[in-house]
């Protein structure tokens, strides 16, 4: 099983609405969530973290935690083409003790104008 | 806050020489660093882990002898690629972690080994 997993892609949207992406992680004891943005040719960029179960707001994207069902989820609300971009997850595991986190392939998100 | 720069942004060499990257923590002190590999359309591959003043931890698969990492101090790491050959061209990343949380990603550097 993998550490972490994402939905195979592409997701389009088109421009105003809500992208949902999901994610899956494999450790349980695992405490810290993040979700990075990375646009083609660039380096990723942290959007959201979370450690706590429910969700947690930032502008129009909104990080939601379920630890007993190990999922975590990115919504990015009013779409913009901006928005276009490889979203990845990011676990925290426990298991190896180290600061090291385990990333998910990715989830692209084409957002049409 | 929380800037990683990474030096150089592009570089083009030949094959047989060696590469340096430097990687940067402007604004923080960084108890960990990490150096990623990407290769076009992939996934982030993460190369090595390293902690300042002692020896990096490489992922299976990953030659230390090859990709030298050395972690001087709490904001600077470097990674040496010897002897690049052409499929060492690939987008290299770092990131530092100023806790046991999230990390900041440096901008990349893309190296092309002719």
């Known amino acids: 099983q993998k550490e972490v997993e994402q939905n195979s892609g592409p997701l389009s949207v088109p421009e105003g609405a809500i992208a949902s992406l999901n994610c899956t992680y494999s450790d349980r004891g695992s405490q810290s969530f993040f979700w990075y943005r990375q646009y083609s040719g660039k380096s990723p960029e942290l959007i959201m973290f979370?450690?706590?179960?429910g969700d947690k707001e930032d502008g129009r994207f909104t990080a939601q935690l379920n630890k007993a069902s190990q999922y975590v989820s990115l919504l990015i609300r009013d779409s913009q083409p901006s928005d276009s971009a490889t979203y990845l997850c990011?676990?925290?595991?426990?298991?190896?003790?180290?600061?090291?986190?385990?990333f998910g392939k990715g989830n692209q998100v084409v957002v049409i104008p | 806050g929380a800037v990683v720069s990474q030096h150089p942004s592009r570089v083009i060499c030949k094959s047989g020489t060696s590469v340096k990257i430097e990687c940067r923590s402007l604004?923080?002190?960084?108890?960990?660093m990490f150096w990623y590999r990407q290769f076009p359309k992939q996934s982030l591959m993460l190369m090595a882990t390293s902690n300042e003043g002692s020896k990096a931890t490489y992922e299976q698969g990953v030659e230390k002898d090859k990709f030298l990492i050395n972690h001087a101090s709490l904001t600077l790491s470097t990674l040496t690629v010897t002897s690049a050959h052409p499929e060492d061209s690939s987008f290299y990343i770092c990131?530092?972690?100023?806790?046991?949380?999230?990390?900041?990603f440096g901008p990349g550097t893309r190296l092309t080994v002719t």
């Open positions: 604004d923080f002190q960084a108890t960990t």
């Open positions: 990131s530092a972690a100023p806790g046991a949380g999230e990390q900041y």
């Open positions: 990011a676990v925290r595991p426990v298991i190896r003790g180290n600061n090291r986190l385990a």
């Open positions: 979370i450690y706590s179960n």
